[in-house]
């Protein structure tokens, strides 16, 4: 009984210890490798056009979908990206004391995180407004994979959230490291 036990705390030891090393590689290229790599890689510049709202959504956000050309091959991409939204809502019995409103502009700096009062609805209207249909945009592309791009400016996830990812992946390889240690020592009991 004790073999069995012993090798069931081995195994899923051995298990959460992957998946915790795993989650901890993914946040750490999707936190920090991957937005280095497009800082270095995205050298690429030209201009496109606004086709229309893409159905991707950044952070429930509907975004434009841009057609641009390099080297006479014409591609297509969604953005701009959002890294982030925050929403704030004062309702007292039902009713809204906030009016709409959003920190996306028509022409300016786009913000990496979307602030909003009273609702999401301001922010799709603000974006609609900044990026209608023929409206000439930046893009950013890897001038060795033309088809990998970005509108405007690119936006990485918040380094803090990387971070408490990251290091709920090492909680989470540690709690495997315990129980493999725990089943190997009841194993040699």
Not at 103 to 124: F, H, M, R, W, Y
Not at 163 to 183: R, S
Request: glycine share 8%.
């Amino acid at each position: 009984m004790y073999s069995t036990l012993s090798f069931a705390f081995i195994l899923a030891g051995i298990l959460i210890i992957l998946l915790g090393a795993l989650t901890i590689a993914i946040i750490i290229w999707f936190g920090f490798k991957r937005p280095e790599y497009r800082r270095t890689h995205f050298t690429g510049h030209t201009i496109g056009t606004v086709e229309r709202m893409s159905n991707i959504t950044s952070n429930d956000i509907r975004v434009p979908l841009v057609s641009y050309t390099v080297n006479g091959q014409t591609y297509k991409v969604a953005g701009p990206k959002f890294a982030g939204r925050t929403d704030v809502f004062a309702e007292v019995a039902g009713r809204q004391l906030l009016s709409s409103s959003s920190n996306i502009t028509t022409d300016g700096e786009l913000p990496s995180v979307v602030k909003t009062k009273g609702g999401i609805s301001s922010a799709q209207k603000a974006v609609e407004d900044r990026y209608p249909p023929g409206r000439n945009v930046d893009v950013f592309y890897d001038p060795k994979a033309p088809k990998h791009a970005f509108v405007e400016r690119d936006a990485p996830p918040s380094k803090t959230i990387s971070v408490i990812l990251a290091c709920i992946g090492g909680v989470l390889a540690a709690f495997g490291i315990a129980m493999f240690i725990i089943g190997i020592i009841v194993l040699a009991n």
